[in-house]
Every structure is written in structure tokens, then in C-alpha cells.
T-cell receptor
Framework: GAVVSQHPSWVICKSGTSVKIECRSLDFQATTMFWYRQFPKQSLMLMATSNEGSKATYEQGVEKDKFLINHASLTLSTLTVTSAHPEDSSFYIC????????????FGEGSRLTVL | AQSVTQLGSHVSVSEGALVLLRCNYSSSVPPYLFWYVQYPNQGLQLLLKYTTGATLVKGINGFEAEFKKSETSFHLTKPSAHMSDAAEYFCAVKLGQTGANNLFFGTGTRLTVIP
């Protein structure tokens, strides 16, 4: 079945540094990927839609300059948290639809970011 | 606009008892509905989905859900809970076949299974 992989699973960084999270579709091509953020014991909130070959579409309230998204190829999207601060600490999850009209999304394992 | 409401943020059942996790949706067009499970510090795994056709859908791990249009519900059930079912469960909705591919998630229900 379709597999989505995220890396790293865990990352700890100092305040002010930038962190890059990768999301790869391993056995299918994804022109679109979605980035979600999940706070402890809460639901997933869509941050942005990553589009291969074009700019990402950000949800209202998400700072595009802080959360840089690059969809460089049909199998890779990256989320870079720039100048990270403790309030950016969260669980970030990417997902991708495995095919047109398939309906469901396949999710990566998630990346837990802790900013000290 | 579409939304999903999960009643009960926390459900506890005894091992072997019936599991019932509630989900109600609102959608202006025929929805696609999903249940996902999340284990600690992991991504989401698809349990089952409803798109069209049979309203009772069966998923993995013995779970099933029934789409009831009249009640705008898509409740998740399992006849007999197992300890390994303890996890967070999310109901999600998509705007049918022609809508955007992103999903809207409910707030989640944490299932605890008591031995």
C-alpha cells in the first residue's frame, strides 16, 4: 500500500534556529501533500497544502514566512520552521492522497519538534 | 462548509465490551467519511472509509461504521474491545469526489480499555 515517510521523527533545537522536516511518498507520486500540526491531546489542524512545482497554499492564521514549504519533486515536500521558538513546539504530520479520487490520505509517522 | 463533531473526548470500556465512538458531520454535498486511529507519537492510520455504495463499511482490526444520512452520523463500533485498541480515534470528512483532497478532522476520542 501507499506509504508516506517523515524525517526526522524527533528533533530538539535551540530557540532561534531553523528546522527542516521532510515528507516523502515512497511508492507513489504526490502532486499535493498536506501539512498538519497537532497540539497535545488535540486534533489535527491543517497548516498548508504543498503543491509540486508551485507555491504552497496556507490556511488562515499560518505564517508563511515562518513555516516555509517546498515541494521540490513528486515524492518530496519539506517544511522548514524558521527562527523557531518554544511556542512552535508541536507534532507535525504530513499526508498525501495516493491517487486521484481515492478519498483517503496516507499519513507520515509525524515529527515531534521541541524548541528549547 | 463541512465539519465533524465527535461526542465524548474520552471513552472507557472493559476488555471484551462493545466499543462505540460517535461522529456526526455536516456537509453541503455528499461527504466522504473516514475513521483514523493514532497511537502515541505516531501518524494516523486509516481504519475505514465511506465514499459511496454500501452504508455499512468494515475496516481493519474488527472495526466497522455505518453511514446514516438521516442522522448525519458515522459512528464507529467494534463488538469486543481488545487491549490493543487503546488509542486516539479521529473522524474526518472530505467534500466528496470533487472537493479538495484535504480532510477536516474531529477533535478526537481517546479510547481506554480496562482489563
Amino acid at each position: 500500500g501507499a506509504v508516506v515517510s517523515q524525517h526526522p521523527s524527533w528533533v530538539i533545537c535551540k530557540s532561534g534556529t531553523s528546522v527542516k522536516i521532510e515528507c516523502r511518498s515512497l511508492d507513489f507520486q504526490a502532486t499535493t501533500m498536506f501539512w498538519y500540526r497537532q497540539f497535545p491531546k488535540q486534533s489535527l489542524m491543517l497548516m498548508a497544502t504543498s503543491n509540486e512545482g508551485s507555491k504552497a497554499t496556507y490556511e488562515q492564521g499560518v505564517e508563511k514566512d515562518k513555516f516555509l514549504i517546498n515541494h521540490a519533486s513528486l515524492t518530496l515536500s519539506t517544511l522548514t520552521v524558521t527562527s523557531a521558538h518554544p511556542e512552535d513546539s508541536s507534532f507535525y504530520i504530513c499526508s498525501a492522497p495516493p491517487g486521484q479520487g481515492a478519498g483517503e490520505l496516507f499519513f507520515g509517522e509525524g515529527s515531534r519538534l521541541t524548541v528549547l | 462548509a463541512q465539519s465533524v463533531t465527535q461526542l465524548g473526548s474520552h471513552v472507557s470500556v472493559s476488555e471484551g465490551a462493545l466499543v462505540l465512538l460517535r461522529c456526526n458531520y455536516s456537509s453541503s454535498v455528499p461527504p466522504y467519511l473516514f475513521w483514523y486511529v493514532q497511537y502515541p507519537n505516531q501518524g494516523l492510520q486509516l481504519l475505514l472509509k465511506y465514499t459511496t455504495g454500501a452504508t455499512l463499511v468494515k475496516g481493519i482490526n474488527g472495526f466497522e461504521a455505518e453511514f446514516k444520512k438521516s442522522e448525519t452520523s458515522f459512528h464507529l463500533t467494534k463488538p469486543s474491545a481488545h487491549m490493543s485498541d487503546a488509542a486516539e480515534y479521529f473522524c474526518a470528512v472530505k467534500l466528496g469526489q470533487t472537493g479538495a483532497n484535504n480532510l477536516f478532522f474531529g477533535t478526537g476520542t481517546r479510547l481506554t480499555v480496562i482489563p
